[in-house]
Structure formats: structure tokens, C-alpha cells
């Protein structure tokens, strides 16, 4: 029988290619995002299961889609927000919806779908990062702030959920090919030359490369690799 998987933020980058592939690969794929029209158009693309247009910084959002899709073997925590500004500059709003859309969203959908996942030992929980919440961002500690809280809790839940066979890992890619990645650039101090030019590889992160760790990440290959966090960033991270 085919596992269920849910990927949120799914309507394009990152998650719309972790999706693609995991549909290729004849998993039940259901996805959600904001805008309903993307996501249709993604949803049908690639070959969805079924896709719900949501508001995952809504509690009663979250609760629902959990109820409308079947019980979830494999959760893909990608949705995400950056924001790029100063500290002292930041608005009240951003720091309240990326806080409640980069955390609190990513722990309430897997507290959602972590039961399905006790009952039948096996489950796979994977969670987007970045390489902003390994070595930090200036300008983006806000993301920063939201991006290491995942860290940590892959580390705590991993080992909360060892027992059970269900293995919690996190992604920390580095600059990826989206247009969250140009956007970010855009709004930043820095051209996309100088940007790679602190890249050790010189290049930026492809989203397959992403959605193939993510393959391999919920396979049975990896069972044994839980509670960690690893940097897909062309050597960013190593300094």
C-alpha cells in the first residue's frame, strides 16, 4: 500500500519539487498552500492526490486538513516566510506570522499526525530548515531565530519518537534556486554575484537536490538516521 504524504508550502520551489517527486515515485501525495489558483495548477501537473488551499498560521486551518486527508505516514514541514530587515525595524506583523507560520504551524501539524503514526510504528517526519538557522543571517534574525528553533526540535522529537519508528530529521538548505531565494536577494544588501561568491561551490542549491534527500530521507534506507539536521549547501556551512 502506498504511503501518504503531505508536503505544505507545496505550490511552487522547494515543496512543489519534494511533491513531483515523491508523486514520480508512487507515494499519495497531498499538498496545500495559500493560493489556491498555483496550487491547483500544481496540483494537476504533477499528479496530486488532492491539494487544500489553507492558512497553516490558522489553527482551525491546520486541524482541518488534517481531518479532510487520510491518516499521514510522512509529513514534509516546508511552508515557510522570510523577512529581511534590521532588528530593531522589524514590524509587529512579520514577527507574528513568521513565527506562527515557521514554527508553531510545523509543531501543531505534526502533533496532528504523530498519533496515526504511534499506532502503526512507522512514520517519517522531515522539516525544511535553512543554513540561515545553523550559522545565523544578519538582517534575518528573525528567520534565523525561527529556522534554529527546527534544529532543535528534530533533536528532541527524534528522540521522543525513536521508539516508535518514526524518525524525525531536519534539511538546512543553503541558497536555493526560488523565487523566495531572488526575492530575498532583491530586498537584501548583497547582488547575486556577491552572494556567490561566499559559496564554496560557487552555485546555488537546485530544489531537486532537496526533494531527492527527502526520497531518500523517508526510504528504509534511512531508518537509521534520526533527530539530525543536515546542511544541503553547497559548503556554506563548513565556513
Request: with cysteine.
Amino acid at each position: 500500500m502506498n504511503k501518504n504524504v503531505l508536503v505544505t508550502g507545496s505550490s511552487k520551489g522547494i515543496g512543489k519539487s519534494i511533491a513531483k517527486l515523491l508523486c514520480n515515485s508512487n507515494y499519495n501525495v497531498y499538498i496545500c498552500a495559500r493560493n489556491s489558483t498555483l496550487l491547483k495548477k500544481t496540483a494537476e501537473e504533477i499528479g496530486a492526490k488532492a491539494w487544500f488551499s489553507c492558512d497553516l498560521t490558522n489553527f482551525d486551518d491546520c486541524q482541518n486538513l488534517i481531518k479532510n486527508i487520510e491518516p499521514i505516514d510522512i509529513l514534509i514541514n516546508n511552508a515557510g516566510s522570510y523577512v529581511w530587515t534590521p532588528i530593531e525595524k522589524t514590524k509587529r506583523e512579520d514577527i507574528n506570522n513568521i513565527i506562527d507560520l515557521n514554527i508553531k504551524a510545523t509543531y501543531i501539524l505534526t502533533s496532528l499526525c504523530v498519533e496515526h503514526m504511534k499506532k502503526q510504528k512507522w512514520g517519517r517526519i522531515i522539516n525544511i530548515g535553512s543554513i540561515s538557522g545553523v550559522i545565523g543571517e544578519a538582517n534575518a534574525s528573525l528567520y534565523s531565530l525561527t529556522k534554529s528553533a527546527l534544529n532543535g526540535f528534530s533533536k528532541a522529537l527524534g528522540l521522543e519518537l525513536a521508539e516508535y519508528g518514526i524518525t524525525v530529521n531536519t534539511i538546512n538548505p543553503g541558497w536555493v534556486e526560488t523565487t523566495l531565494a531572488e526575492s530575498s536577494i532583491q530586498t537584501s544588501d548583497f547582488t547575486n554575484e556577491e552572494i556567490l561568491e561566499i559559496i564554496p561551490q560557487k552555485r546555488f542549491i537546485h530544489p531537486k537536490e532537496i526533494a531527492n534527500l527527502v526520497k531518500y530521507l523517508i526510504s528504509e534506507d534511512a531508518k537509521g538516521l534520526t533527530a539530525q539536521n543536515i546542511s544541503l549547501c553547497a559548503g556554506l556551512s563548513a565556513g
